[in-house]
């Protein structure tokens, strides 16, 4: 009933930008904190951001990315700026638990399919 649908990768240059969208339905979106979490190949899987109310971000993408969610559209969306290489992955949007800050997969319930963001040297 809780349906997560990632949308926006593609490929990029480096130096370049991309933004993520996010729609979630199934519950009262703005009662729950929002994630994005990425898993490059070989690695395991990894917090990048996050929106409660509060924004929260991995040192690896501070400055670099900004979330935002509007409640109205049940949707939220991950600005990626001066990308590199290393940010190639596959990106998942995620509903978590509500208004706190959540830095773990495992605080997670529901998970989008994923979207491929590829970054070119």
């Known amino acids: 009933q809780v349906h997560v649908l990632e949308s926006g990768g593609g490929l990029a240059q480096a130096g370049g930008s991309l933004r993520l969208s996010c729609a979630a339905s199934g519950r009262p979106f703005s009662y729950y904190t929002m994630g994005w979490f990425r898993q490059a190949p070989g690695k395991e899987r990894e917090f990048v951001a996050a929106?409660?109310?509060?924004?929260y971000y991995a040192d690896s993408v501070k400055g670099r990315f900004a979330i935002a969610r509007d409640n109205a559209k049940n949707t939220v969306y991950l600005q990626m700026n001066s990308l590199n290489p290393e940010d190639t992955a596959v990106y998942y949007c995620?509903?978590?638990?509500?208004?706190?800050?959540?830095?773990?997969?495992?605080?997670?319930?529901?998970w989008g399919q994923g979207t491929q963001v590829t970054v070119s040297s």
């Open positions: 929106n409660s109310g509060n924004t």
């Open positions: 995620a509903v978590g638990p509500p208004g706190r800050r959540a830095t773990m997969a495992q605080e997670y319930d529901y």
